[in-house]
T-cell receptor
Framework: DGGITQSPKYLFRKEGQNVTLSCEQN?????MYWYRQDPGQGLRLIYY???????QKGDIAEGYSVSREKKESFPLTVTSAQKNPTAFYLC????????????FGSGTRLTVV | AQSVTQPDIHITVSEGASLELRCNYS??????LFWYVQSPGQGLQLLLK??????LVQGIKGFEAEFKRSQSSFNLRKPSVHWSDAAEYFC?????????????FGTGTQLKVEL
């Protein structure tokens, strides 16, 4: 079945370390997105990519980086510059040339200690 | 730019009671509207969507939503709530922009179901 896989489900890191969250999709979607979710704040867009080798900053990109070398993959790196990285991270994908609902992965909960 | 408002942060209903979750949108053209549900620690699952046509839309798990252009609303309803419906619900409006397919989400409504 087609879908989006985020790994790992839970991730623990020490403060000051970079960490990379994985997102893979087999839906043949052009567009992919990363959201951060904190209690009471809904979904906040970090980065998105409409096509391979291209991506744009969302509303809260500071302290994060991404790459899009393959259509299927859109990894997110949380750098040591991110002041408050502990959160739930969601990856999503969609077609890019038509209005369409997003398909979401099951999320990664990152805890930085 | 489009926006979505979900006025209720938390709602509590008794099992078996009816449910209505409110969603108001702002968008200049005909909106494309979505409702998603999120169980704790999980991703978002699409409940239903409105693109055009019949203003009453049926979705999964017995949910429906009604599009009212005059009120800029797209409220989610369920006639009889089950304990398993306890979750967070997000309304979203979609548009095609220079940046592609863009969904704007509301801040969510947390539903608690009392047994």
């Amino acid at each position: 079945d087609g879908g989006i896989t985020q790994s790992p489900k839970y991730l623990f890191r020490k403060e000051g370390q970079n960490v990379t969250l994985s997102c893979e999709q087999n839906l043949n979607h052009d567009a992919m997105y990363w959201y951060r979710q904190d209690p009471g704040q809904g979904l906040r867009l970090i980065y998105y990519s409409q096509i391979v080798n291209d991506f744009q900053k969302g509303d809260i990109a500071e302290g994060y980086s991404v790459s899009r070398e393959k259509k299927e993959s859109f990894p997110l790196t949380v750098t040591s510059a991110q002041k408050n990285p502990t959160a739930f991270y969601l990856c999503a994908s969609s077609p890019s040339r038509e209005i369409y609902g997003y398909t979401f992965g099951s999320g990664t909960r990152l805890t930085v200690v | 730019a489009q926006s979505v408002t979900q006025p209720d942060i938390h709602i509590t209903v008794s099992e078996g009671a009816s449910l209505e979750l409110r969603c108001n949108y702002s968008y200049g053209a005909t909106p494309y509207l979505f409702w998603y549900v999120q169980s704790p620690g999980q991703g978002l699952q699409l409940l239903l969507k409105y693109f055009s046509g019949d203003t009453l839309v049926q979705g999964i798990k017995g949910f429906e939503a009604e599009f009212k252009r005059s009120q800029s609303s797209f409220n989610l309803r369920k006639p009889s709530v089950h304990w398993s419906d306890a979750a967070e619900y997000f309304c979203a409006v979609g548009a095609l922009t220079g940046g592609g397919n863009k969904l704007t989400f509301g801040t969510g409504t947390q539903l608690k179901v009392e047994l």
